[in-house]
């Protein structure tokens, strides 16, 4: 299986590149984090830093690992499906499913390891800019050196490496067991008593009601507690990636609702939409998973971070983190919109067989375009509202305690730019992706 994997990787460079940028900055984070958590652990640390110099990196970097996680599970399950084709292949020949995982399994560890290097030399770099802003803010003695030693941040590698086996051996799982004969069968029959989904549903239930539980505990902390920063933020990244992981339940709200109004009379495109949305809409769910993942934690983060700069005063802790807040959230935001682009490419170049059959029936390349952009249109719609709810819900009681008015948790601004940017990357990927993949095919 090893040889096979070696050829199966030189075959297939696009999904090596969109696997390889999401464990490039995956591995960018973590060991940024892991390297201020080991300058934190360091001899040479002042004793009166050392606490926030270990519980902030705990923190984010907790989180930061379930996004990376959550990411790569969902670049590999799209990179996948348009390998179904060679999968059955392989299986045809003899290939049991757990041999097929293992393979799929070689090529990603291959992959993160390769990214392992670079990742690690620039997660050293966020690590250090991370201390010396900490040091110009004063939140921190410059005595305080950057020390992040060898052994945590190559352990942050082994941790997206770890992570990445994880996502491959989950996301092949479905496609590995698939028939043979039959590609586009249904997966195999589960037990009585077992539904589709179940257990997704009932993990998304989990991490929405932790993210709630988290947010809403800063109801009985005084205002000026630098807890109430610390539980909301890893309470807004629950609560979107619980919403992320619902993307099935919510594109069939969409779909209900939009049949419901639909009007009698529509265009071709809207038409076409319409029907793949109901008849596939795993095409497009990468989209609202990211994007909804996107808008939630970057609208929440930025909105938390206003009020505690409206009402914190010059010199408190909080208002200090602000700037390193915003670093966090920036390459986070930057981690995610990479993933958006990488699944919208993947699963828009997947369909350039479907593009040729709608050439050869009468469809003009302006109207499978507009087709695809009202798909996209429709996915971008959902997660704008889920995620902007989501970023609401877990804000509100931090707006509470923090200034006593809870509209203070939709502020306007945070909202606009982070769904201003969302939407753009979306369509103007898509935009482009699209037209080329349309011509051509």
């Known amino acids: ?88 292949g392989i299986r045809l020949i003899g290939a049991t499913p757990r041999q097929v995982q293992q393979m799929l399994v070689i090529e990603t560890a291959a992959i993160t390891a390769i990214m392992a290097l670079p990742g690690l030399a620039i997660g050293y770099l966020v690590g250090w800019i991370v201390t010396r802003s900490i040091h110009s803010a004063g939140l921190t003695d410059a005595a305080s050196a950057f020390a992040p030693g060898v052994l945590l941040p190559v352990l942050g590698v082994l941790i997206v490496l770890a992570a990445s086996v994880l996502a491959a051996w989950t996301g092949s799982r479905s496609l590995a067991h698939r028939s043979p004969v039959a590609d586009a069968s249904p997966p195999p029959r589960r037990r009585m008593g077992r539904h589709p989904g179940r257990r997704r549903r009932i993990a998304a239930a989990i991490m929405i009601v932790a993210g709630l539980a988290s947010s809403t505990a800063v109801l009985g902390m005084a205002p000026d507690d630098v807890l109430t920063t610390a539980m909301t933020g890893p309470g807004v990244v629950l609560v979107a990636v619980g919403l992320c992981i619902l993307a099935p339940e919510l594109m069939a709200m969409a779909n209900t609702t939009l049949s419901a109004f639909r009007p009698a009379r529509t265009t071709a495109p809207s038409y076409m939409a319409a029907i793949n949305l109901s008849a596939a809409p795993d095409r497009v769910r990468p989209i609202v998973t990211f994007l909804t993942l996107f808008i939630s934690v970057a609208a929440g983060t930025l909105s938390m971070q206003g009020i505690e700069n409206s009402v ?30 990488n699944n919208l490419i993947t699963s828009i170049t997947q369909r350039r067989a479907e593009f040729a059959v709608m050439s050869l029936v009468g469809s003009t390349s302006a109207q499978t375009q507009r087709m695809l952009v009202h798909e996209v249109g429709t996915a971008t719609a959902i997660s704008v509202i889920a995620g902007s709810v989501g970023a609401f819900v877990t804000v509100l009681p931090f707006a509470i305690v923090k200034t006593g008015d809870p509209l203070q948790a939709a502020a306007p601004l945070p909202y606009l730019v982070t769904i201003v940017v969302g939407i753009g990357v979306t369509l103007g990927v898509t935009s482009l992706v699209g037209r080329r993949t349309i011509s051509t095919a």
């Open 312 to 341: 914190g005063a010059a010199n408190s802790q909080a208002q200090v983190l602000a700037s390193i807040n915003y670093l966090v959230v920036a390459l986070i935001a930057a981690f995610m919109a990479i993933a958006l682009t």
């Open 1 to 88: 299986m090893i040889k096979i994997a070696i050829r199966s990787f030189a075959h297939h460079r696009g999904s090596a590149i969109a696997t390889g940028l999401v464990a490039l900055v995956g591995t960018i984070l973590v060991t940024g984090m892991m390297s201020l958590l080991g300058t934190g652990l360091a001899e040479s640390t002042v004793a009166a830093d050392r606490e926030f110099l270990v519980r902030f990196p705990l923190i984010v970097g907790g989180w930061t690992v379930a996004i990376v996680l959550f990411a790569m599970v969902s670049t590999i399950s799209v990179a996948l499906t348009g390998r179904a084709g060679e999968i059955a």
